[in-house]
Nanobody
């Protein structure tokens, strides 16, 4: 079982930037898709960005022009660069690895954007 551990969250002012990292205990090439999700208390977890083994990327419409996702298969890392942060980006951010429907999750990292 590959473990995923997120880091990089914190408190930032609106307009600022954060870079989230996700470290995998094994090869991330075992996941056909990796992703970042986020969740606000009382709401469903939502997809923020995904990246496939072929480096095809998808983004939630609300972050499309502000966030970027990439993977480092050599270091078994997944990243999310978040720019021009808004208060509505405040959430717990989770790293996800999908192996043909078998999903792996990290414990989450809190991102708080102050206005």
């Amino acid at each position: 079982q590959v473990q995923l551990v997120e880091s990089g969250g914190g408190l930032v002012q609106a307009g600022g930037s954060l870079k989230l990292s996700c470290a995998a205990s094994g090869s991330i090439r075992s996941f056909n898709v990796m992703a970042w999700y986020r969740q606000v208390p009382g709401k469903e977890r939502e997809m923020v960005a995904t990246i496939s083994l072929a480096d095809v990327r998808n983004f939630h419409d609300s972050v499309k022009d502000r966030f970027s996702i990439w993977r480092d298969d050599f270091r078994n890392m997944l990243y999310l660069q978040m720019n021009t942060l808004k208060p509505e980006d405040t959430a717990i951010y989770y790293c996800n690895g999908d192996r043909f429907g078998n999903e792996h999750w990290g414990q989450g990292t809190q991102v708080t954007v102050s206005s």
